[in-house]
């Protein structure tokens, strides 16, 4: 009896250790995701939505050209196009083979490592077209970006040296692919011409040809979209008196003494008061004469920014249109009539030209030998020197204050007038009575 209650209490025992060891087990390994999947056949999104309250991993593949993974919570969106642009090494080769392939990308699809889904996406590819606007007048044309970067010749000169000989079909195709896929969301533009600098464009008009039909043309130049906004409420408010209704003489309207990188802009607005602006050409406004002090440093210029993620990009490499031309006396020294001074003359950006003006005021004039120094103008060239010039110049000073005028130039006209202030004390001792006797011999 003792026995078989032995055997059935160990019996009981070891059905409950294997219940708890199965139920641990159940509990322990992962419920399988509920996902919905849809795929947008037209723009390429494949979307993924979960009521589940735990992340849910997935993996698409683009046939062999690219792949993403990663993991989501509740619902996500993948973007066929955006995967295949992050391949930014391999787009060429992604461009030809989906034009072999007659723009037919197969898509698949893992979510939580089921059973894989499968889609077939047709890649339109139809690069935006930049309106084409030509003029003539002063400025350098503004080009996009794309037209910069995807240039037919190039994409033919990387088949030949792969040794690609495609028809003409798939090379149209390959070209329109690899602009879709080299394209930004944000609308670049840039210059590939010298950007010419001017003063203003008073007296200057245009003429612009385009295929955009409106009731009024205008040209601004201008550095962002408030710029625009403001020009075209006045427009507006003086009913459009003085506004060009053709392209073939437009004038440039633009604020009273400019100074920096201003886009031009074509402004076509109809009555109803809706316009159109494009991005025409770049300018350089310099009015501004070499600062006495300023900030020295390599020369940047932001983007200007304007609306639908319109954005001029300014070379690098452009003249510059600010500058310093900095004179001083760093010491002197001299008994009045002649004296030496030390001067440091330092130029940056387009400083061009300091004049020290050697005024009648600081020479000396002897009645028996006429002027010890004559008056006159030393021009020190920033074309001569590189870095600070120290050197020294004679000069009179009277007691007090002297004044000596400087004169500084940028390279596009513009010129300034400034003084150093001078104040001069000298020490002279008196030459001592002697008394001298000339009775010696009585």
């Not at 809706?274 to 501004?288: H, M, R, T």
């Amino acid at each position: 009896m003792n026995k078989n209650l032995l055997f059935y209490t160990f019996l009981l025992l070891f059905c409950s250790f294997i219940s708890c060891t199965n139920n641990g087990n159940s509990s322990s390994k992962k419920a399988k995701a509920n996902v919905k999947i849809s795929f947008d056949k037209k723009n390429g999104i494949v979307s993924l939505k979960s009521n589940d309250d735990f992340n849910v991993d997935y993996t698409l593949k683009i046939d062999d050209f690219a792949s993403t993974r990663g993991s989501f919570n509740k619902k996500t969106n993948i973007n066929i196009i955006d995967v295949i642009k992050n391949q930014s090494g391999k787009l060429k080769e992604i461009s030809l083979e989906l034009a072999k392939k007659n723009n037919q990308l197969n898509i698949c699809l893992n979510v939580d490592e089921g059973a894989d889904t499968t889609f077939v996406f047709s890649f339109e590819a139809d690069p935006v077209e930049q309106q084409t606007v030509n003029f003539s007048g002063i400025g350098a044309k503004l080009v996009h970006k794309s037209d910069v970067v995807n240039k037919s010749d190039d994409l033919k000169r990387w088949l030949y040296r792969n040794k690609e000989n495609v028809s003409d079909s798939i090379l149209t195709q390959f070209v329109k692919n690899y602009k879709v896929l080299t394209s930004k969301k944000d609308n670049e533009y840039t210059v590939n011409t010298e950007i010419p600098i001017v003063h203003n464009l008073k007296g200057n008009s245009y003429s612009v040809s385009t295929d955009i039909k409106s009731d009024f043309y205008a040209l601004i130049a201008c550095k962002k979209q408030k710029d625009i906004d403001d020009y075209v409420e006045e427009l507006v408010v003086n009913d459009f008196k003085g506004v060009s209704t053709n392209t073939s003489s437009i004038s440039c309207s633009h604020k009273e003494n400019p100074q920096g990188y201003y886009a031009i802009m074509l402004l076509c607005i109809n009555k109803d008061w809706s316009y159109k602006q494009i991005p025409l050409a770049l300018v350089g406004f310099d009015n501004e004469a070499p600062e006495k002090d300023g900030i020295v440093g390599v020369m940047t210029y932001d983007p200007l920014s304007f609306k639908n993620g319109t954005s001029i990009v300014i070379p690098q490499n452009v003249p510059d249109l600010y500058g310093v031309a900095s004179v001083e006396v760093q010491n002197w020294s001299g008994n009045g009539l002649e004296c030496t001074c030390t001067f440091k003359v330092f130029f940056h950006g387009d400083a061009k030209s300091a004049i020290i003006h050697r005024t009648k005021d600081l020479c000396y004039y002897m009645d028996y030998i006429g002027w010890e120094q004559r008056p006159e103008n030393k021009v020190i060239l920033a074309k001569d020197h590189e870095g600070a010039y120290i050197f020294t110049y004679k000069m009179h000073f009277e007691e007090g204050d002297n004044i000596i005028p400087i004169t500084v130039e940028d390279y596009h006209g513009n010129s300034s007038k400034y003084e150093i202030m001078i104040n001069a004390h000298f020490v002279r001792t008196d030459t001592p009575n002697i008394n001298i006797d000339n009775n010696i011999y009585n």
